[in-house]
């Protein structure tokens, strides 16, 4: 599990700005549990959650899901804005 990324986690209920690098693994946090939002810490043990797996092809910055609602998973849609 690689964690090694530009992150902005100023708010983690709301889209994280992340840059992930080309040819690398990435776990998404499904759970909301994880202290390294928006990426798997491993703090959905003893859950039915199970982390996402996240490859790129090349170098990008992208907005991953903080709030965990999203119906693009991981990519933030702004659920965490609708009621």
Not at 19 to 26: D, V
Not at 32 to 57: I, K, M, W, Y
Request: overall charge negative.
């Amino acid at each position: 599990m690689s964690t090694t990324v530009s992150t902005n986690t100023a708010r983690t209920d709301g889209p994280i700005e992340v840059t992930l690098e080309a040819t690398k693994e990435y776990w998404w946090c499904t759970c909301g549990r994880s202290r390294s939002q928006p990426f798997c810490d491993g703090s959905h043990d003893g859950t039915d959650h199970r982390p996402a797996r996240l490859n790129v092809e090349e170098t990008r910055t992208v907005w991953l899901c903080g709030c965990k609602r999203t119906g693009a998973a991981p990519y933030c849609d702004g659920s965490h804005d609708r009621s």
